[in-house]
């Protein structure tokens, strides 16, 4: 496992909400991770219980998040180690209830 993937597989283990985005929660860099910091926001997640990560800071996590994930595009959300997926993909959860009951913890 390279440097870049063991930092990102600490921060997945270690953060109950996680998101690898442009930007960060208070300053988006672009609309997909825009829209996803407002899905949690949607679910009732406080802001300070988010954990991003700028991958526009670290060009290592950005190509290693690609293949630690096996997903091609950021955002991505992780949830109590569990990959999520991209917006789109949070969207449609949050839409049908299941982002909300995986963020609460309640099945």
């Known amino acids: 496992m390279s440097n870049a993937q063991q930092r990102i597989d600490t921060l997945v283990k270690?953060?109950?909400?996680?998101?690898?985005?442009k930007g960060n929660a208070s300053f988006p860099q672009c609309g997909f991770s825009g829209r996803a910091i407002q899905i949690l926001k949607a679910c009732g997640v406080e802001p300070k219980a988010i954990t991003t990560v700028n991958v526009l800071e670290d060009a290592e996590i950005r190509a290693g998040i690609k293949d630690y994930s096996n997903w091609p595009t950021i955002p991505q959300l992780y949830v109590k180690g569990e990959f999520v997926g991209g917006s789109d993909i949070m969207m449609e959860m949050y839409e049908?209830?299941?982002?909300?009951?995986?963020?609460?913890g309640q099945a």
Request: net charge negative.
């Open 14 to 21: 270690s953060n109950d909400v996680l998101l690898f985005m």
């Open 96 to 104: 049908n209830g299941e982002l909300q009951q995986m963020l609460t």
